[in-house]
Nanobody, 125 residues
Framework: QVQLVESGGGLVQAGGSLRLSCAAS????????MGWFRQAPGKEREFVAA????????AYSDSAKGRFTISRDNAKNTMYLQINSLKPEDTAVYYC??????????????????WGQGTQVTVSS
């Protein structure tokens, strides 16, 4: 069992940057593949980025490539999402998720076992 808490969201102007954090409880964080998803109003929750449990492998959605960077610090039980050159279409609630111990990362939200409560990112034009 792992509990996840996101932070770092807020209101930012287009072109700005944010770093989201996902803090995890428990001593097994380092064994979980992790992912970031986002959900805009009226839309389904979509994959943004994922990282393997050791952090050696990452994956991004097409919309995230080049502007988003996922990383993790297993010593701090924390995962990050750096977002640069923010656009109004990035406005959404951003969720972090964890996938079962020693699993590979996944793009499908149904393959994740634990979710945080989300953090709102709003980008003004």
């Amino acid at each position: 069992q792992v509990q996840l808490v996101e932070s770092g969201g807020g209101l930012v102007q287009a072109g700005g940057s944010l770093r989201l954090s996902c803090a995890a409880s428990g001593r097994t964080f380092g064994s979980y593949a992790m992912g970031w998803f986002r959900q805009a109003p009226g839309k389904e929750r979509e994959f943004v980025a994922a990282i393997s449990w050791k952090g050696y492998s990452t994956a991004y959605s097409d919309s995230a490539k080049g502007r988003f960077t996922i990383s993790r610090d297993n010593a701090k039980n924390t995962m990050y999402l750096q977002i640069n050159s923010l656009k109004p279409e990035d406005t959404a609630v951003y969720y972090c998720a964890a996938r079962g111990a020693y699993s590979s990362y996944a793009r499908n939200r149904d393959e994740y076992d634990f979710w945080g409560q989300g953090t709102q990112v709003t980008v003004s034009s």
